[in-house]
């Protein structure tokens, strides 16, 4: 029998964070294996496109990212179900999406963010919409939108480049997901310098909140 | 050409976001600002190691309005127009703008060196894993930038041996200026310049592999190809950003013309690759050009922390004993990040050395060196965390978490590359006897101290105001 838990979801320590940009830096390194994207830098040929921002107030940074909601906003407007919970995330089917930006103004926390698609490292064109460019009509780049997946299928993608995937902290040999604390975790919780981003497992975050609320009584 | 003044690593102020990670790596505390605000580098205390260039991962993002454009930016960092990489906040002023136009002037008769670790980093930046050798991959591509001669800074490294080798004999012999501490890293050098001139005497006088290749490209192989040394551009890729200014030393030249012309990093020779449109992971294999691209295993592991050291022990051993070295993997002297110290049986002589890796490890050595009470004969020096296989020129990784890997597969490599040489000391390197033969005549002799031997001058603000 399964059993029901709530998403796990990454959060942010904003007294911690940096302002590195190392998460951001990891999250599209780990995301991009199909578009060429090995160890070095050198190896990138596209815009860095991360699933996750770090922003900057007067007194804080910190990444900001999804939330994994239970009941997710996103998901109710996508007008072609792009948007899926699979085993315990949230997810865009990014072959699937149109790019209407319905589920970037549903979310609540703008986590979500429309750029272009890419393919092999190259911009990925349409095959009907044209648009002027530099005085001629060429085929106008898809754009998709892009959020946190807490990682979950990055084994699959397999990084034969560098044969070194695992070592990123992503995820397990069998490439799910283990619960925070000892286990492997997303990418930009495995690189932050500064241990400020936590995978939280709610079930388990929520009963020791509460203990520690009683022993304050 | 190498500009003298131009301090090399900088930190755009537009991208900086003040987390002070370089400061971190930093050997030498020349990064300043506060947190959360750009910070600078203090060209004086800078050892133009870069690290900090390989650690800092604040980014140019692609939509920012409010960014100088990616095209300015290349420009005013000496970059290709071609580059598609993310641009960071730290980096390293280019030259490959500079080496495209000059290869292609017909009238230059082109020259090229690579340090040991070109051959097992550049392929990184392909997308193939890491440590993975291509030496004659690294030659063809060479050929195909249009360079003349495709020559190998290990040559260099097996004359350093020769050199060094005999210099720590003669001074072991007589026992003057111990501890001998290594002059090949020029971070080290010129670390010990600016905040240890004490030290000064006790650098070994000579040239980096590097500037000995250089010397000799103007002279023996000018001779021997009967070009004029003038009209030689002699072209320089290596791990490291701080040969840079190395190059650009004054004192570099041999009879008025400069020994190393250009100097890029391995990142550059892989824009310059790809600007070109070589498809470099399909490249058949060619070999380096002679005599300048003959070298042995020893010349080889120069580019790991403990290589030097193991190498001239090669040597060092034979020239004393008149006897073949017993083992020749000398693996009590490998490893890495840290101080590691040996003793080695030379005959009746007990030779007591220490290889530093990572410039923030030496100041206990230099103050035992100033109070008279430092143990060894022999120091090896290097500023980067591993030596060159970390330095500050080579891929920069985009994980963090991969860097430890990195490393170890570039340093494994380089120990496998000199274990499947045939000929394993600089000693036995044929092109090495022959250079020795008809040119050179003897280490340390006249040829060798005009050409291969050098002097180190305070940099310290004291000095400077004397
Ligand atoms: S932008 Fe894509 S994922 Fe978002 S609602 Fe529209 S179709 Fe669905
Ligand atoms: S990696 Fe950590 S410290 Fe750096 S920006 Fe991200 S959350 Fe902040
Ligand atoms: S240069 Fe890079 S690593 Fe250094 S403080 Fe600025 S952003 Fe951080
Ligand atoms: S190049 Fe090296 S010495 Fe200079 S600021 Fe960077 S880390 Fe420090």
């Known amino acids: 029998m399964r059993k029901e838990r709530p998403n796990s979801f990454v959060i942010a320590e904003a007294g911690k964070c940096i302002g590195c940009k190392a998460c951001e830096l990891a999250c599209f390194a780990v995301h991009n294996r199909d578009n060429g994207v090995a160890a070095a830098v050198g190896t990138v040929t596209m815009p860095v496109i991360p699933r996750l921002y770090v922003i900057r107030t007067d007194s804080f940074t910190m990444p900001v990212q999804c939330r994994h909601c239970e009941n997710a906003p996103c998901a109710g407007v996508c007008p072609v179900q792009a948007i899926v919970q699979e085993e315990g995330a949230i997810t865009i089917d990014e072959d699937r999406c149109i790019g209407c930006k319905a589920c970037a103004m549903a979310c609540p926390f703008g986590a979500i963010s429309l750029y272009k698609a890419y393919s092999s490292g190259q911009e990925h064109k349409q095959p009907h919409l044209r648009e002027q460019l530099n005085g001629r009509l060429e085929r106008k780049t898809r754009v998709i939108a892009y959020k946190c997946d807490l990682c979950h299928d990055i084994a699959s993608d397999g990084n034969t480049a560098s044969g070194e995937i695992a070592g990123a902290g992503a995820v397990n040999n069998s490439g799910s997901l283990t619960e925070g604390g000892g286990g492997p975790v997303p990418a930009c919780a495995s690189v932050c310098p500064e241990q400020a981003l936590t995978l939280v497992s709610p079930s388990f975050g929520a009963s020791r909140s509460r203990k520690a609320a009683g022993l304050r009584l | ?280 992971i399909n490249l058949p294999d060619e070999t380096f050009d002679s005599p300048l691209g003959k070298y042995s295993g020893a010349g080889t592991i120069f580019g790991a922390t403990g290589g030097v050291m193991e190498a001239a022990i090669r040597t060092g051993y034979e020239l004393v004993t008149h006897e073949p070295i017993p083992n020749l993997q000398l693996d009590f002297i490998r490893g890495d990040e840290g101080i590691r110290t040996a003793t080695v049986q030379i005959g009746d002589l007990e030779l007591k050395v220490a290889m530093v890796a990572g410039l923030k490890y030496v100041s206990t050595i230099l103050e035992q060196v100033a109070k008279g009470t430092c143990p060894y004969h022999f120091i090896e020096v290097m500023a980067c965390p591993e030596g060159c296989v970390s330095g500050g020129g080579q891929p920069k990784l985009l994980l963090e978490t991969q860097r430890k890997s990195a490393y170890q597969a570039r340093k494994s490599s380089i120990y496998r590359h000199d274990s499947n040489q045939k000929v394993r000391k600089s000693h036995e390197n044929p092109a090495i006897i022959k250079l020795y033969k008809d040119f050179l005549g003897e280490p340390l002799g006249h040829a060798s101290h005009h050409l291969l031997h050098t002097k180190f001058f305070s940099r310290s603000v004291k000095g400077e105001m004397k």
């Open chain 2, 1 to 280: 050409m190498t500009p003298n003044i131009d301090p090399i690593i900088h930190i755009d102020e537009e991208l900086c976001t003040g987390c002070r990670r370089c400061a971190e790596v930093c050997p030498v505390d020349a990064i300043i600002g506060e947190a959360s605000t750009p910070q600078s580098i203090d060209a004086h205390r800078c050892v133009v190691c870069g690290q900090c260039v390989q650690t800092c991962a604040a980014y140019a993002a692609e939509n920012d309005p409010s960014l100088t454009s990616r095209a300015e930016k290349l420009r005013q960092r000496g970059q290709l127009s071609s580059v598609r990489e993310p641009l960071f906040a730290a980096y390293s002023t280019g030259h490959a703008i500079e080496l495209k136009e000059a290869l292609a002037d017909p009238k230059r008769y082109k020259v090229v060196q690579c340090a040991p670790v070109i051959r097992v980093s550049l392929a990184e930046e392909f997308g193939l894993p890491f440590g993975t050798l291509t030496p004659g991959k690294m030659a063809a591509a060479l050929r195909l930038l249009n360079f003349d001669r495709v020559y190998d800074t290990n040559f260099g490294a097996d004359v350093t041996i020769m050199e060094e080798g005999s210099e720590l004999i003669s001074r072991v012999m007589s026992g003057e200026r111990l501890p001998m501490f290594t002059s090949c890293c020029p971070a080290w050098v010129k670390h010990a310049e600016t905040a240890a001139p004490h030290v000064l005497d006790h650098l070994s006088s000579c040239k980096s592999p590097m500037q000995m290749v250089g010397s000799l490209v103007k002279t023996y192989s000018a001779e021997l190809d009967g070009i004029a040394p003038a009209d030689i551009l002699s072209v320089a890729v290596m791990p490291c950003t701080c040969k840079k200014f190395e190059a650009g030393r004054e004192e570099m030249n041999v009879d008025g013309l400069r020994e190393v012309d250009m100097v890029i990093t391995t990142r550059e020779l892989a824009q310059l690759i790809k600007d070109k449109g070589i498809d470099f």
